[in-house]
């Protein structure tokens, strides 16, 4: 029962990060604009993080869409690496300014810090 219950999370958690990954994709442009929220000035440095970001979210979908054990610590290691990022964000006055986790609508508040914690 609870290896089933891992799975179906791992299979949740897998549909999150390839449905973020392809939003971002999406709406290239603005999820790139949207990463100088946190403090990713340049515009070389912009494009090489959200491919980054990107290629994380979907390798990591595809290792959890295999029941890989790793690839659910690190999905875990990377939605607590979001939330301190939109955590700090806040903390820096930022509250309201694109995020880019789920397309470029998607904005920093209090809410995504804990849905972030939420699906760590």
């Given at each position: 029962m609870a290896r089933m219950l891992g799975d179906v999370l791992?299979?949740?958690l897998a549909a999150l990060l390839l449905g973020g990954a392809g939003l971002k994709l999406a709406s290239a442009?603005?999820?790139?604009?949207a990463l100088e929220t946190f403090g990713l000035r340049g515009e070389r440095l912009?494009?090489?993080a959200l491919s980054a970001?990107?290629?994380a979210e979907m390798g990591l979908a595809a290792g959890l869409a295999l029941g890989s054990?790793?690839?659910a610590y690190l999905g875990a290691g990377l939605m607590l690496f979001f939330a301190a990022e939109l955590w700090t964000a806040l903390a820096r006055g930022r509250r309201g300014a694109p995020?880019?986790?789920f397309g470029a609508r998607s904005r920093v508040s209090?809410?995504?810090v804990v849905?972030?914690?939420v699906l760590a």
């Open positions: 791992g299979w949740g442009r603005r999820s790139h604009a912009r494009w090489v970001l990107i290629a054990d790793l690839a995020c880019a986790c209090p809410l995504a849905r972030n914690v």
